[in-house]
């Protein structure tokens, strides 16, 4: 079965780099079938699409997020990696990793999620 | 202000049914298939609908989705208490590119 986990710093102060590793179990993370992505969800709102990333390294990036956001990837440990530079407390949210089909735009597995708060 | 319109919530009774719309443009949901998760607070959301109206493995038929132009529509029927969550629709959208989501619509079991 498929797994996803989350990991990295759970407390970031403003205006620092956020930084978050997706560990894929189960599964290869180089396969052509997958886009591999995150979505956050601030506290009391909904989930907000932040990027996608093809085991080749192409990117797909949310407009908003887009001059701040890199993803990388490094199919040598099956994980992929979200930087988000100069946060903000609107960065406070929990953010997700998951899978996406290559030819449709479903997410079908979720990581648990991590919550990163920005606060000095 | 999300991409992707949902109704805030949506309620009724065990045992009936609620329907829950997603309306996007051509851009999004008039051009790229839908998915539906359900989200409960504190867990992964999870995959219900994908391809406008398919099941995942393991959803009970109780759970259908539709699309018409480009609107989208999750429906629940016999509603039970434990799918009292928060719903998404998700998709593409081709001229942002960029995955865009409702802004997710809470469903109320009375």
């Known amino acids: 079965q498929l797994q996803l986990q989350e990991s990295g710093p759970g407390l970031v102060k403003p205006s620092e780099t956020l930084s978050l590793t997706c560990t894929v179990s189960g599964g290869s993370i180089s396969s052509s079938s997958y886009y591999w992505g995150w979505i956050r969800q601030p506290p009391g709102k909904g989930l907000e699409w932040i990027g996608n990333i093809f085991y080749s390294a192409t990117t797909y990036y949310s407009p ?3 001059s701040r956001v890199t993803l990388s990837i490094d199919t040598s440990k099956n994980q992929f990696s979200l930087t988000l530079t100069s946060v903000t407390a609107a960065d406070t949210a929990v953010y997700y990793c998951a899978r996406r089909l290559y030819s449709s735009a479903q997410f079908d597995f979720w990581g648990q999620g991590t919550l990163v708060t920005v606060s000095s | 202000q999300s991409v992707l319109t949902q109704p805030p919530s949506v309620s009724a009774a065990p ?34 609908i994908y391809d406008n109206n398919q099941r995942p493995s393991g959803i009970p038929d109780r759970f259908s989705g539709s699309r018409s132009g480009t609107s989208a529509t999750l429906g629940i029927i016999g509603l039970q208490a434990g799918d009292e969550a928060d719903y998404y629709c998700g998709t593409w959208d081709t001229s942002l590119r960029a995955g865009v989501f409702g802004g997710g619509t809470k469903v109320t079991v009375l």
């Open chain 2, 15 to 48: 045992g009936q049914k609620v329907t829950i719309s997603c309306t996007g443009s051509n851009s999004n949901v008039g051009k790229n298939n839908a998915s539906w998760y359900q989200h409960l607070p504190g867990t992964a959301p999870k995959l219900l």
């Open chain 1, 64 to 66: 908003s997020l887009k």
